[in-house]
């Protein structure tokens, strides 16, 4: 998981979790379901999207690097 | 709890359902593709990534939570803990004389009077319920997890004493029958205050005798 590719999988699997917990919390609001949505699903949904923009800004960081060497 | 089919949306509760599964199957379609084809990370790519992993989860969260924080308003949730169910069954009860019942029956309070007389009517009210929710939660798990619920009577209350502008929410104290009663207007700005409790023995309470019997089964 250290290349950029695998963080993004990685992104990709917990969005699936957190979704996969949101619809469960709305097809079945069970107690359980509600509160694992309400907590584990946005700890999830969060890592996921902090992945990605840091995959992002990784990315965005190292192609300016490589501007500035060409130049 | 009720389940929704999407044949049967009719209210902006089964909406925010409908939007939350849609906008998850956007989200699921997007991370299937990429997990699938394992596209190389061009523009475009994080473009779509973006899409699926911060833009429709965010969307598919935001529906969820509030048809989420509705759910969490319901008795049936409240009576998710197992030392709530003779509080939730005494509001059931169609034959109950208690102010709680009296108010379950109302159709004002209906199935969400237990967080109509206990939250908090305040700016952040909302808020501060549920912090103080979490902290019932926590208070469960530690200490009655397994205690039966009839072993519970007298030893769960509130943390703090019932406030009577949750009851001046609905009865203002400002009508002109309110003073006629002469316990109320002998009272009044001790009840306005809030240093005599609506909810006392005495008064209109207690809100849930049957909990109120003491260890020597006395009420």
């Given at each position: 998981m250290r290349t950029q590719e695998g963080r993004l999988r990685l992104a990709c699997w917990l969005t699936i979790a957190a979704l996969a917990l949101f619809v469960w919390s709305v097809l079945d609001p069970g107690v359980v379901a509600v509160m694992l949505a309400m907590s584990l699903g946005q700890v999830l949904g969060t890592a996921a999207t902090a992945l990605f923009f840091w995959v992002v800004w990784t990315d965005l960081r190292r192609a300016r690097v490589i501007d500035r060497e060409r130049r | 709890?009720?389940?929704?089919?999407?044949?049967?949306?009719?209210s902006i509760a089964d909406l925010l359902v409908v939007a939350t599964i849609l906008f998850a199957v956007i989200a699921f379609a997007i991370m299937l593709w990429y997990l699938a084809r394992r596209p190389p990370l061009t523009g475009v790519t994080k473009l779509v990534?973006?899409?699926g992993i911060f833009v429709f989860p965010l969307m598919s969260a935001m529906s969820g939570n509030v048809s989420g924080y509705d759910t969490t308003q319901k008795r049936e949730f409240c009576g998710g803990c197992h030392v709530m169910i003779p509080w939730t069954a005494d509001a059931e009860d169609p034959n109950s004389k208690s102010l709680a019942s009296m108010h379950a029956?109302?159709?004002?309070?209906?199935?969400?009077?237990?967080?109509?007389?206990h939250e908090d009517y305040a700016m952040f009210g909302a808020v501060t319920t549920k912090a103080t929710g979490m902290v019932h939660l926590l208070h469960y798990v530690k200490t009655y997890w397994s205690v039966p619920a009839e072993e519970t009577f007298g030893r769960i209350h509130i943390y703090n004493p019932y406030p009577n502008h949750n009851c001046m929410h609905c009865h203002s104290t400002e009508l002109d029958g309110f003073e006629e009663l002469a316990d109320h207007k002998g009272a009044i700005e001790s009840i306005r205050s809030g240093k005599e409790s609506c909810v006392s023995s005495g008064c209109h309470g207690p809100a849930h005798p049957f909990s109120k019997v003491t260890k020597e089964g006395a009420e």
């Amino acid at each position: 998981m250290r290349t950029q590719e695998g963080r993004l999988r990685l992104a990709c699997w917990l969005t699936i979790a957190a979704l996969a917990l949101f619809v469960w919390s709305v097809l079945d609001p069970g107690v359980v379901a509600v509160m694992l949505a309400m907590s584990l699903g946005q700890v999830l949904g969060t890592a996921a999207t902090a992945l990605f923009f840091w995959v992002v800004w990784t990315d965005l960081r190292r192609a300016r690097v490589i501007d500035r060497e060409r130049r | 709890m009720e389940k929704v089919s999407i044949s049967t949306v009719k209210s902006i509760a089964d909406l925010l359902v409908v939007a939350t599964i849609l906008f998850a199957v956007i989200a699921f379609a997007i991370m299937l593709w990429y997990l699938a084809r394992r596209p190389p990370l061009t523009g475009v790519t994080k473009l779509v990534l973006l899409a699926g992993i911060f833009v429709f989860p965010l969307m598919s969260a935001m529906s969820g939570n509030v048809s989420g924080y509705d759910t969490t308003q319901k008795r049936e949730f409240c009576g998710g803990c197992h030392v709530m169910i003779p509080w939730t069954a005494d509001a059931e009860d169609p034959n109950s004389k208690s102010l709680a019942s009296m108010h379950a029956r109302n159709e004002l309070f209906g199935d969400r009077n237990c967080y109509r007389c206990h939250e908090d009517y305040a700016m952040f009210g909302a808020v501060t319920t549920k912090a103080t929710g979490m902290v019932h939660l926590l208070h469960y798990v530690k200490t009655y997890w397994s205690v039966p619920a009839e072993e519970t009577f007298g030893r769960i209350h509130i943390y703090n004493p019932y406030p009577n502008h949750n009851c001046m929410h609905c009865h203002s104290t400002e009508l002109d029958g309110f003073e006629e009663l002469a316990d109320h207007k002998g009272a009044i700005e001790s009840i306005r205050s809030g240093k005599e409790s609506c909810v006392s023995s005495g008064c209109h309470g207690p809100a849930h005798p049957f909990s109120k019997v003491t260890k020597e089964g006395a009420e």
